[in-house]
Nanobody, 121 residues
Framework: QVQLVESGGGSVQAGGSLRLSCAVAGDIYSVYCMAWFRQGLGKEREGVAAFNADGTTTYADAVKGRFTISKDNSKMTLYLQMDSLKPEDTATYYC???????????????WGQGTQVIVSS
């Protein structure tokens, strides 16, 4: 059974940091490119960061230099380190197994339930 469970969301002031985690269960961790998406209130879901098939990473322009995606293969866990947070980063963050590597637009084949991040000014 495939399961993605996010944790680590919360409230933080602008300029602060949070680290999100996504525990992955099921035979997808080594098969799919894993990624983080977010959806702000009244906004469409957008890709934030992802691993590509060759192990390199891709970031949305809005988070480059501030967010870092990483993973611990021994724990089958995906992480998103978020630094220098801004109020516009406020959203529900989801981890996902991408349908197509390096393609946020194609969306995810499997999704977590989401974890909320609130950044106050």
């Amino acid at each position: 059974q495939v399961q993605l469970v996010e944790s680590g969301g919360g409230s933080v002031q602008a300029g602060g940091s949070l680290r999100l985690s996504c525990a992955v269960a099921g035979d997808i961790y080594s098969v799919y490119c894993m990624a983080w998406f977010r959806q702000g209130l009244g906004k469409e879901r957008e890709g934030v960061a992802a691993f590509n098939a060759d192990g390199t990473t891709t970031y949305a322009d809005a988070v480059k230099g501030r967010f870092t995606i990483s993973k611990d293969n021994s724990k089958m866990t995906l992480y998103l380190q978020m630094d220098s947070l801004k109020p516009e980063d406020t959203a529900t963050y989801y981890c996902a197994a991408l349908k197509l590597c390096a393609d946020f637009e194609a969306g995810g084949r499997y999704w977590g339930q989401g974890t909320q991040v609130i950044v106050s000014s």
